[in-house]
């Protein structure tokens, strides 16, 4: 069984040319460089795990938001039944306006969505003529 002087750098005879001892500059490195090594070798094993927690949060940021809109969409649909349940004008409003629907004798007239009244500017305004209202 070895001693416990083997690992010893002082047991060691080489030394520099400049007079110091080689071990006693070479073991600290190399033990430094062992523990980099291992921690790199185990930062490597949990490499992919960490990438799937970071998958996994963000899936779960994407899935907190959904349920969110889905809560804001609920309640704006509650909010809606309510008003259809309580609120003849309401109702009304929504078969003029989406089922196009009248009142008997009523004519309905309709513009196209992308109708957009022209700009006025002073070329526009120009044009009119004066009826001496001003």
Do not use: C
Request: zero cysteines; glycine letters at 6%.
């Amino acid at each position: 069984m070895p001693s416990p002087r083997f690992l010893d750098p002082s047991s060691i005879p080489l030394k520099r040319q400049s007079g110091g001892n080689i071990w006693a500059t070479l073991v600290p490195i190399i033990q430094i460089s062992i523990v980099i090594g291992l921690l790199a070798v185990v930062g490597l094993f949990f490499l992919p795990v960490i990438q799937t927690e970071n998958s996994y949060k963000t899936e779960l940021a994407g899935l907190e938001s959904q349920i969110s809109d889905r809560e804001e969409e609920q309640a704006r649909l509650n909010l809606e039944i309510k008003s259809m349940i309580n609120d003849p004008v309401y109702v009304e409003h929504i078969a003029r306006d989406q089922l196009n629907m009248g009142k008997p004798g009523e004519t309905i007239v309709r513009f196209d969505d992308r109708y957009q009244p022209a700009p006025l500017n002073s070329q526009s305004t120009a044009a009119l003529p004066d009826d001496g209202s001003n």
